[in-house]
C-alpha cells in the first residue's frame, strides 16, 4: 500500500504544469496568472492529502488523477472564486419578511432609483438652488413628515441604532421607565434592556409581565426619570390576564410630569392593514396623533424598503438627536435614501403602494391569486416529472415573519413535493443547490414551497428546479 502511495504521489504534475495546461495557448515562458497558478496550487495539495488520508487501498485506488480530472477541478475552483458570496434565491418558505434572506424586496421603483443613484454622481449634500451644501435627509424629511404627521424625522441604519440614539441622546445616565411585559428580546438577541444598558440609560422597570397599570408609571417618576418609554410587542403577544397601559394615557402622564414619551413600534406600517382582514397593527401616524414624543421603526419591514431605522416625532426631540455624535456614526448611504425616498413616494397614494411594493402585494394577495400560481406551475410540470415524484397543491399558511404581526396566519398554497426514493431533507437540499437555490421547508417528511413569496417572473425557473430534480 505504501508503494501504492508513493506512486500516486509521483504521478501528481508540478504546480506550474497543471496551471500551464489550465491556460491552452499560452505560449511557454509568458507568466501565468496568479489566480490560475492558486488554483492549481489548492487542487494538488488537496489530491496530496487525499492520498496520504487513504486507509485502504480501495481508497487509494479511488482518487481520480487523470490530467482531465485535476483540470476540471482547478476550472471548477476558479467559477467558485469568480461566484459573488452573495447570490439571488427563490423565497418559498412560507415566511414573506424572512431576515435569513434579505427581508423587503424593494420596488420597481425603488430599485431603478437605487441603480440610478449608485452608478452617477448626484446632488446628496449639494442644495441645486443655492448652490452651497446641502441636507442629505431633506427629500425622506418631508416625505416622512406628510406620511405621518410628525414634526421632524431623522433616518439612520437600522431600528435597534435608532434606539440607541434617542436613549443615549435623551436619557444618557438617567432612569428611563418601562413596563416589564415590554422588555422584548428580538433577532440576533437583541435585548431592550442590553441596548439601554449599552445606551448609558438606567433600566426603571414597573408592572408584572403580564399587568402594568398607568400608577405603576407615576409611581416610578422621580428627579433621575428621563423618559417614559413604550414597546410595541410585535414580534409576541401576551394573551389572558393581561393589563397595558394605552399610550394615550402615557402621553397624558407624561405631559402632566414635563417628560418625554418614546415608542419603539418595530415593524412601523404607514397603510391600515386591517382593512385586508389582517391583525390590527397600529400606524405610525396614528402613533403620533396620539402625542408620543419619539416613535422608532424599522425601514425594511412593514414599510418594505431598505434596511433602516426611521425616527419620527416633535421637533424639540428630533433636533437633539440630529446634533449628537453618535448620529454621524449610524447615518445611512446614498443607495439606502434612494431605495427609501422611491419607497417613501408610493405611500402618497395609498392603494398604489400596496400594488407596488412587493411586502404589501404578498401581504394582501388574496389566496385565489396564489391558487392560479400554484396551479400554472403544476401544469407547466406535465409529463416533465418521474414516475416515482408525488407532486400537488395543498392549503397552508404563511407568516409575515420579521417580528411583524405574530398571530397573523394568511391562507397560502404550498405546492408539495414527495418521493419514494428520496426523503424530504435530501429533496430540500436538491432544490437548496439549483442555481438559483430555491428554498421551501419540511413538514411532516414532506417538502413544501409556499407559492405566496414566488414572483411570477420566477415560475420558469422553479420549473427548471423541478426538471433537474424530479425529472
Given amino acids: 500500500m505504501q508503494e501504492t502511495r508513493l506512486a500516486l504521489l509521483r504521478q501528481l504534475p508540478s504546480v506550474d504544469g497543471l496551471a500551464q495546461a489550465c491556460q491552452p495557448g499560452n505560449g511557454s515562458g509568458s507568466p501565468l496568472p496568479k489566480l490560475i497558478l492558486e488554483a ?31 483540470q476540471a477541478e482547478v476550472a471548477s475552483w476558479l467559477i467558485q472564486t469568480h461566484q459573488p458570496h452573495f447570490r439571488r434565491v427563490i423565497n418559498a418558505t412560507g415566511v414573506i419578511l424572512h431576515t435569513n434572506l434579505g427581508r423587503a424586496l424593494l420596488s420597481q421603483a425603488a430599485v431603478e432609483n437605487v441603480a440610478l443613484l449608485a452608478s452617477h454622481y448626484s446632488n446628496l449634500e449639494y442644495d441645486l438652488e443655492r448652490g452651497q451644501r446641502g441636507d442629505r435627509y431633506v427629500a425622506v424629511v418631508g416625505l416622512l413628515q406628510r406620511l405621518t404627521g410628525a414634526e421632524d424625522a431623522l433616518v439612520v441604519n437600522n431600528n435597534a441604532a435608532a434606539v440607541l440614539l434617542a436613549l443615549q441622546a435623551l436619557a444618557a445616565e438617567r432612569e428611563v421607565v418601562v413596563s416589564r411585559g415590554e422588555l422584548i428580546e428580538i433577532g440576533g438577541s437583541f435585548r431592550i434592556p442590553d441596548i439601554m444598558r449599552s445606551s448609558g440609560a438606567l433600566l426603571h422597570e414597573v408592572g408584572t409581565t403580564n399587568k402594568t397599570h398607568l400608577t405603576d408609571y407615576r409611581a416610578a417618576i422621580n428627579e433621575r426619570t428621563a423618559l417614559l418609554l413604550k414597546v410595541h ?28 414619551v418614546m415608542e419603539d413600534l418595530g415593524s412601523g406600517n404607514l397603510v391600515d392593514l386591517a382593512a385586508y382582514g389582517l391583525e390590527q397593527e397600529p400606524t405610525v401616524s396614528e402613533v403620533v396623533r396620539a402625542g408620543v414624543d419619539v416613535v422608532t421603526f424599522s425601514g425594511d419591514k412593514l414599510l418594505g424598503g431598505p434596511q433602516a431605522g426611521i425616527l419620527v416625532g416633535k421637533r424639540r426631540y428630533i433636533d437633539v438627536l440630529k446634533r449628537h455624535p453618535l448620529n454621524r456614526a449610524l447615518r445611512i448611504d446614498k443607495m439606502t435614501l434612494a431605495g427609501l425616498e422611491a419607497t417613501l413616494r408610493h405611500y402618497l397614494d395609498p392603494d398604489a403602494a400596496v400594488r407596488a411594493i412587493p ?6 394577495a388574496p389566496v385565489q391569486e396564489v391558487n392560479r400560481r400554484a396551479r400554472r406551475l403544476l401544469r407547466q410540470l406535465t409529463g416533465a416529472i418521474g414516475s416515482d415524484w408525488s407532486i400537488s397543491v395543498q392549503g397552508d399558511v404563511s407568516e409575515v415573519g420579521a417580528g411583524a404581526l405574530p398571530l397573523t396566519k394568511i391562507p397560502t398554497r404550498v405546492v408539495s413535493v414527495r418521493s419514494v426514493r428520496l426523503s424530504a431533507t435530501e429533496i430540500e437540499q436538491r432544490f437548496r443547490g439549483h ?6 421547508r419540511i413538514q411532516q417528511d414532506t417538502f413544501l414551497l409556499d407559492m405566496r413569496m414566488v414572483q411570477d417572473h420566477e415560475l420558469p425557473e422553479v420549473v427548471q428546479a423541478f426538471r433537474r430534480v424530479c425529472g
Fill in 40 to 70: 492549481a496550487r489548492g487542487v494538488l495539495e488537496r489530491k496530496r492529502r487525499q492520498v496520504l488520508a487513504a486507509a485502504t487501498d480501495e481508497e487509494l485506488t479511488a482518487i481520480d488523477l487523470r490530467h482531465e480530472a485535476l
Fill in 233 to 260: 410587542t410585535s414580534n409576541y403577544r401576551i394573551v389572558g390576564f393581561t393589563e397595558t397601559v394605552p399610550r394615550e394615557a402615557l402621553v397624558q402622564l407624561g405631559n402632566a410630569s414635563q417628560l418625554p
Fill in 359 to 364: 411586502t404589501l402585494q404578498m401581504i394582501t
Fill in 435 to 440: 442555481n438559483p437555490p430555491v428554498l421551501g
